[in-house]
């Protein structure tokens, strides 16, 4: 088995830079780091895990703490996203990560007590219900180094996608296209909602279109049965909508299901916009018009101040807020 000397020797520096390099340093440069990690790969370098954590006082098991109300789990192409680029980001550092539940074998255990159980550096947090719930801050309170993804949790570090800016784009690129009488189908209440919520209703006074409680429906994330029952009800209205923004691709996938069973074509009869800019957004037909969000970046971002934070790094950015991108599909008609 290689040891750090045979990596060293390899790469032509010096032990203490490939210790460096496979603690995570930022004193070594990103293409030496990531030519000595590739090299101890292929070499077979297996880190002693005990003689790490006595020499450093860390155990090098990571914490994730994922839950959301839709129950989509890591099916949600988002997250899904998002905590795997995280997983790879740590894991060529020689960091493991453990999935935070509520039970520990046959105990149930809050959130803290399974982060000492497992003595995790730090913890991951995502999507979580509420981050106001008493469990989130006894783990703040307990001194566990913590990073959240889409909510910013004072005093910790946060990466959170530009929402607002995601729903403006849309809102805005539909009324461009002509559209007054325009729905959103808006998923389960969260910051990620709420911000949402506030950017739709904020663009649209803006142009001087008076939001119309009948086109604002409360559905869920990633679900689309309920997805295509909202949207039968919204083409049932008196004045139905000319066009619908659905909570996530995903869920848009209902709303087509719905458009197609009354023999409606979009964008035809009616326009319909997603969110989030997955694959399914360019499989289906029309290609939907969408919002991307840099799902890899967040994830990678997140490890990146995580580590830091447990290696009591100073750093400026404590909450960095990543933009998207609007994505054109044909699911928008160009009204007169």
């Known amino acids: 088995m290689a040891t750090i000397k045979d990596i060293a020797n390899e790469c032509s520096v010096s032990i203490a830079t490939v210790s460096k390099a496979l603690n995570g340093h930022d004193d070594v440069a990103e293409r030496t780091k990531d030519y000595i990690i590739e090299t101890a790969r292929k070499m077979g370098y297996t880190p002693n895990a005990q003689a ?135 998923g389960d209440r969260s910051q990620v909602t709420n911000d949402r919520v506030m950017a739709y209703k904020e663009t649209l006074e803006k142009y001087g279109i008076a939001p119309n409680p009948a086109y604002f429906v409360s559905g869920r994330y990633v679900n689309t049965d309920l997805a295509e029952e909202i949207t039968n009800k919204l083409l049932s209205l008196p004045k139905p909508p000319s066009c619908i923004i659905m909570p996530d691709d995903f869920a848009a996938i209902g709303g087509m299901n719905a458009i197609a069973k009354r023999g409606l074509r979009i964008p035809d009869d009616i326009s319909i916009i997603g969110y989030d800019g997955s694959k399914i957004a360019e499989v289906v037909r029309p290609p939907l018009t969408t919002f991307r969000q840099h799902a890899d970046r967040m994830g990678k971002e997140a490890a990146r101040r995580l580590i830091s934070d447990i290696k009591k790094e100073p750093r400026e950015n404590r909450v960095l807020t990543v933009s998207g991108e609007l994505i054109l599909g044909g699911s928008v008609k160009k009204l007169n």
């Open 52 to 186: 790490r954590a006595l020499k450093t006082h860390r155990t090098y098991n990571l914490g994730v703490l994922f839950s959301d109300q839709a129950g989509s789990g890591l099916t949600h192409s988002f997250f899904s996203r998002v905590l795997d680029s995280f997983k790879v980001y740590v894991e060529n550092l020689g960091y493991d990560i453990t999935f935070i539940g509520p039970r520990f074998g046959n105990q149930s255990l809050t959130y803290l007590e399974h982060a000492r159980c497992r003595n995790f550096d730090g913890i991951c947090i995502v999507c979580v219900d509420s981050f106001e719930e008493p469990e989130i801050a006894e783990l703040a309170e307990a001194g566990y180094p913590f990073v959240t993804i889409d909510y910013a949790y004072p005093g910790f570090p946060a990466v959170l996608s530009d929402n607002k800016a995601g729903m403006i784009a849309l809102t805005e690129h539909a009324i461009e296209m002509g559209h007054t009488d325009i729905a959103y189908i808006y």
